[in-house]
């Protein structure tokens, strides 16, 4: 019964800012990387970011700068803050959970953001 849960997308203009929160549950949280990947209609799905358990932090170029992932162990939650966001960022953000030392991947079933004017 592993459960994770995007919320906080929406609509927003050019510039604006959004944070996305994925909770999860039947999982022990704090030994799993976790990350945000997004797919665009008629486009892959495309990395986005990754906190590690240790509180690594990785970002996909196209988002470096504006993106911050966060993770709090103690809410089995982890964000993503989105900021000076641009059209091209639209998609669907999907929550991902890595258990490096067994292998196992978890997805998210997804929270659509639209940035347009």
């Known amino acids: 019964q592993v459960q994770l849960v995007e919320s906080g997308g929406g609509l927003v203009q050019p510039g604006g800012s959004l944070r996305l929160s994925c909770a999860s549950s039947?999982?022990?949280?704090?030994?799993?990387?976790m990350g945000w990947y997004r797919q665009a209609p008629g486009k892959e799905r495309e990395w986005v970011a990754a906190i590690t358990t240790d509180g690594f932090a990785n970002y996909a170029d196209s988002v470096k700068g504006r993106f911050t992932i966060s993770r709090d162990n103690a809410k089995n939650t982890v964000y993503l803050q989105m900021n000076d966001l641009k059209p091209e960022d639209t998609a669907v953000y999907y929550c991902?959970?890595?258990?490096?030392?067994?292998?196992?991947?978890?997805w998210g079933q997804g929270t659509q953001v639209t940035v347009d004017s």
């Open positions: 039947g999982i022990i949280f704090s030994i799993y990387h």
């Open positions: 991902h959970a890595l258990d490096a030392t067994r292998g196992r991947i978890y």
